[in-house]
């Protein structure tokens, strides 16, 4: 089951990114800046950038997520943003002696799909097991572990890179894991930094839909959802 957890992120990342923009237009020292913010002239400010276009005061503020659960088909997606950092649970020096595997919804509900999946899965780690048992290394006997292993990683990304993130991911036409996994990302990240990423989301929110033809058409249901997304 997926599980993400915020693990660390910048002390009041909303200030840090306010002082950073403050600090373009100001002749004041840092301190002087940072001691005559309050949450009002915060919020102003991070509107403001996110108005403009300014975007690199949001590279201040950077956000430790643990993803666990997910498969190494959506972490293939994941370490394409290349403006972040992992850190992934290694195929080459863990023995996987648990059988830990996603299984996509298309294929739970059918049950027929259900079951040769499962089948193929339960028979790929057994050979795994098996290579291993034959004195195999583990970084080789890996072959044999198909796309569907669960794996568990760890990423960094700053506020900026994040905004990008979120505008492809969250996206109804993202891939199902990838996007419950930074869906659920965002709504962590809303929580520390509500000022930051209250506009946050896929492209149609607060802007428009990038997909042309292959948009999916409920841009009003997609814009109430992530309104909603901390409310509560």
């Known amino acids: 089951?997926?599980?993400?957890?915020?693990?660390?992120?910048?002390?009041?990342?909303?200030?840090?990114?306010?002082?950073?923009?403050?600090?373009?237009?100001?002749?004041k020292d840092i301190e002087s800046l940072r001691s005559g913010l309050d949450r009002a002239q915060i919020e102003k400010l991070i509107n403001k950038l996110?108005?403009?276009?300014h975007a690199t005061p949001f590279e201040h503020a950077s956000f430790t997520f643990g993803i666990e659960g997910v498969s190494r088909t959506a972490t293939h997606q994941l370490v394409r943003h290349r403006i972040a950092s992992f850190?992934?649970?290694?195929?080459?020096?863990?023995?996987?002696?648990?059988?830990?595997?996603?299984?996509?919804?298309?294929?739970?509900?059918?049950?027929?799909?259900?079951?040769?999946?499962?089948?193929?899965?339960?028979?790929?780690?057994?050979?795994?097991?098996?290579?291993?048992?034959?004195?195999?290394?583990?970084?080789d006997a890996r072959y044999a572990l198909p796309e569907g292993s669960a794996t568990k990683i760890v990423t960094t990304m700053n506020a900026r890179e994040m905004f990008h993130f979120f505008r492809l991911r969250c996206c109804n036409r993202a891939q199902w894991e990838i996007r419950a996994a930074a869906i659920e990302m965002l709504r962590l990240a809303r929580n520390a930094a509500p000022v930051i990423f209250s506009k946050a989301g896929p492209s149609c929110v607060g802007g428009k839909c990038p997909e042309g033809s292959f948009s999916c058409g409920k841009i009003i249901e997609v814009r109430e959802f992530f309104e909603n997304l901390c409310a509560g």
Do not use: W
């Open 1 to 27: 089951m997926l599980k993400v957890t915020l693990l660390r992120h910048t002390p009041d990342p909303d200030e840090c990114v306010a002082t950073a923009a403050r600090l373009c237009y100001s002749a």
């Open 87 to 139: 850190s992934q649970q290694s195929q080459r020096y863990v023995t996987f002696e648990t059988r830990e595997f996603i299984m996509p919804p298309t294929a739970g509900l059918n049950e027929q799909a259900r079951l040769k999946l499962l089948e193929h899965y339960e028979s790929a780690f057994r050979v795994y097991s098996e290579l291993i048992e034959l004195g195999i290394p583990k970084e």
């Open 50 to 53: 996110l108005t403009s276009g």
